[in-house]
């Protein structure tokens, strides 16, 4: 079993700057991606950001030229930077690790971190 832990969540003013942290832990011998999504209230969750345990990225458009996903690999931790907030990126971040192997390559799956709030106020 695997654990996806998020942190660093918050009330920032719009323009601010945020940095979140996500980490897996538990059984885990490889990651083929982790990943942020986010689910405002009355709206489906979306995909914000990937990224590959070889570095390639993906962003929603809407997030394009303001956040950045980076990952530590030896660590299984991913982070988001988020920079220029705007009001309507309040919502719950939720990290995603996919494609998730045990030791001797056993399994294949995804776990979701619980979430953390982020809230920009205008």
């Known amino acids: 079993q695997v654990q996806v832990v998020e942190s660093g969540g918050g009330l920032v003013q719009a323009g601010g700057s945020l940095r979140l942290s996500c980490a897996a832990s538990?059984?885990?011998?490889?990651?083929?991606?982790m990943g942020w999504y986010r689910q405002a209230p009355g709206k489906q969750r979306e995909l914000v950001a990937t990224?590959?345990?070889?570095?390639?990225?993906n962003y929603a458009d809407s997030v394009k030229g303001r956040f950045t996903i980076s990952r530590d690999n030896g660590k299984n931790t991913v982070y988001l930077q988020m920079n220029s907030l705007k009001p309507e990126d309040t919502a719950v971040y939720y990290c995603n690790a996919a494609g998730v192997r045990g030791r001797n390559w056993v399994g294949n799956n995804d776990y979701w971190g619980q979430g953390t709030q982020v809230t920009v106020s205008s």
């Open positions: 990224i590959t345990s070889g570095g390639s990225t």
């Open positions: 538990g059984s885990i011998f490889y990651i083929n991606a």
